[in-house]
């Protein structure tokens, strides 16, 4: 059964630290893993990942894939209180379909 | 921008209703997609489509069903509500090429009562 699992499921940190979020997989067929950040409603794409050991990365945020020990990190670095969401980790396998995990949700306080 | 509507932010229904949530993309995507979201469960892929008219189970399609009439239109159908069913609903689309760039509404949360 294909399974993605993230870790930690919450985290609180204060404003200015840097926070590493995991996700890991076991999944046939595997084509890309995304992440994605959800603040109210609707998920928005953070990044999506292909190939191992290239490091993607957008503003304070980066991330990076290692298809040998199946797993990604996100990293964000100097959090802001935007930071606060729930952020998502999806694997998408062959044919049209994502595969997410539960998310971790991160509170960054003042 | 993508954008992806979907028609009501909240909805309380009765069980036994039949009930239609619906979600219009503007950006010809090919792919849609209907997850459902609960705490600790994360998103759950009830059923998706590839093209009109067609629809694939995903992995949670018991008491659920889909139109796709027209591409821009995809529609979840909950043909007889039950307590749980309540849930937040999301609508996603991508294009056929950069599938898993999927783009997402902001969410139906359905209370059935």
């Known amino acids: 059964e294909d399974k993605v699992v993230q870790s930690p499921l919450s985290l609180v940190v204060h404003e200015g630290d840097t926070v590493t979020l995991n996700c890991s997989y076991e999944?046939?067929?595997?084509?890309?893993l995304l992440w994605y950040k959800q603040e109210k409603k609707a998920p928005t794409f953070l990044f999506m990942l292909t190939s191992s050991g290239i490091e993607k990365k957008s503003g304070r945020l980066s991330s990076i894939l290692d298809k040998k020990e199946l797993f990604s990190i996100l990293n964000i670095t100097a959090t802001q209180t935007g930071d606060s969401a729930i952020y998502l980790c999806a694997v998408e396998l062959s044919g049209y379909a994502l595969n997410f995990g539960k998310g971790t949700s991160l509170l960054v306080t003042p | 921008d993508v954008k992806v509507t979907q028609s009501s932010r909240y909805l309380v229904k009765r069980t036994g209703e039949k009930v239609f949530l619906e979600c219009v993309q503007d950006m010809d995507h090919e792919n849609m997609f209907w997850y459902r979201q609960d705490p600790g469960l994360g998103l759950r892929l009830i059923y998706f489509?590839?093209?009109?008219?067609?629809?694939e189970k995903g992995d949670i399609p018991e008491g659920y069903s889909v139109s796709r009439e027209k591409k821009e239109r995809f529609s979840l159908i909950l043909e007889s509500a039950s307590t749980n069913q309540t849930s937040m609903y999301l609508c996603?689309?991508?294009?056929?090429?950069?599938?898993?760039?999927?783009?997402f509404g902001q969410g139906t949360r359905l209370t059935v009562v």
């Open positions: 996603a689309s991508s294009h056929s090429v950069r599938v898993a760039e999927a783009f």
């Open positions: 999944v046939t067929n595997f084509r890309s």
């Open positions: 489509s590839y093209d009109v008219k067609m629809k």
